[in-house]
């Protein structure tokens, strides 16, 4: 049996993968390129190393990686396809633990370099945007302990003070009496939390590129033969899914794969790329990092939520200067499916969220 051995890398720029392989890495990049020689420049190493690696590997393994026929482009033989697709699997679902790891050996680092840092503990609904925030903070003295749940999760992590940010998201706009409304509102209390602009975002079907089925909406993946694959009980995502199925009047019974779950967009995405579904439902960003197509279905807000004691606190002030930066917002937009949206503004909690509105009962968290 082969066995697995973890290492990691101390640098000021270690990649975006949370973990690195270098015979998948190099299995990826032949596979995306076509030949052994493109897959060398993209991985800017020698012709010769990489020929060598590979054969090295097909001994090791006893398997070939490679196929090669005279006048073809080089191809991944079933065995190589199968071993990349499913560590890249592996990888995607176990995204969440991954990043928990690496948020406690960069928590540890940071404070071990500098114990004037910032530290800012985090639970949030996986999202690309933070991680890519939590990269920016770094460069200013700020980290973020970041810990990917369901948004559900999230906002009582940060009730039961394990938490000082809790992120979550909801729909636009938001709805009376809708799913949202029932999950959120009992958890959020207006003058004991404030909220803070995040993003904008578009979720929707996640699918193989080129739409191989025409897939437009949620009504098509109850089509026979449609394989889907769901986010877990407990994100903002399955919320958010539930609660579109239940204004179309269809049954989560109806959908083939609805029960079948994954812990994080970029698991759904995954799970499409290999082959394993059809379509899954969750963030444009996911699915262009894997080459696959996107149709959108729906408008989001992602907020953060904090209580309102912890405005003044040093971390959160940096943080707040931080999402409102020219530069910060610049890199959110560059992101597929992502725009600046009050970015870094302490929100009025009954105002974006008009759930206490709704009825004339008329209540503000302005005290």
């Known amino acids: 049996m ?13 990649g975006s993968a949370p973990l690195h392989n270098p015979l998948l890495d190099l299995l990826q990049a032949v596979r995306e390129q076509g030949s ?36 073809q482009a080089a191809r991944l033989s079933e065995f190589g396809t199968k071993l ?20 406690d050996l960069e928590r540890a680092f940071a404070i071990a370099f500098d114990d004037s840092v910032h530290v800012l503990a985090f639970h949030a609904s996986h999202d690309e945007a933070l991680a890519a925030l939590g990269e920016q903070a770094r460069t200013r003295g700020l980290h973020l302990d970041i810990r990917f749940t369901g948004s559900v999760d999230a906002i009582r992590a940060l009730n039961e003070g394990r938490c000082t940010m809790a992120g979550f998201h909801v729909r636009l706009p938001a709805a009376p009496a809708s799913l949202s409304q029932r999950t959120y509102k009992p958890l959020l209390r207006p003058g004991l939390h404030k ?13 193989a590129r080129g739409n191989p089925r025409g897939l437009q909406g949620l009504a098509d993946l109850a089509r026979p033969g449609v394989r889907f694959v769901n986010r877990a009980r407990g994100t903002g995502t ?27 967009h970029a698991a759904v995405a995954q799970a499409v790329a290999s ?33 309102k004691s912890t405005l003044e606190h040093d971390a959160t002030r940096a943080l707040l200067a931080l999402l409102r930066t020219a530069a910060w917002q610049e890199r959110l937009a560059a992101l597929p499916g992502y725009a600046p949206m009050q970015s870094g503004e302490v929100l009025s909690m009954s105002r974006v969220l008009p759930w206490w509105r709704f009825g004339g009962r008329g209540r503000d968290d302005r005290q």
């Open 238 to 264: 399955r919320v958010l899914f539930d609660e579109l199925l239940g204004e179309l009047g269809l049954a989560p019974a109806a959908i083939a794969g609805y029960a079948t779950d994954e812990p994080s």
């Open 2 to 14: 082969r066995r697995i051995r973890l290492n990691y890398v101390l640098g000021a720029d270690t």
């Open 195 to 207: 909220l803070i602009g995040f993003a904008r975002r578009s979720q929707g079907l996640i699918v």
């Open 275 to 307: 082959g394993q579904a059809d379509a899954g439902f969750g963030i444009e960003a996911s699915a262009r990092s894997r080459g696959l197509d996107f149709v959108p279905l729906v408008e989001e807000a992602y907020f953060l939520a904090c209580l």
């Open 36 to 71: 052994i020689s493109a897959a060398a420049r993209v991985l800017e190493l020698s012709y010769r190393h990489v020929w060598g690696e590979l054969k090295r590997w097909e001994l090791e393994l006893g398997q070939p990686l490679i196929l090669w026929e005279k006048g």
């Open 84 to 103: 990349l697709l499913a560590e890249r699997q592996v990888q995607a679902r176990l995204l969440p633990q991954i990043e928990a790891l690496r948020a």
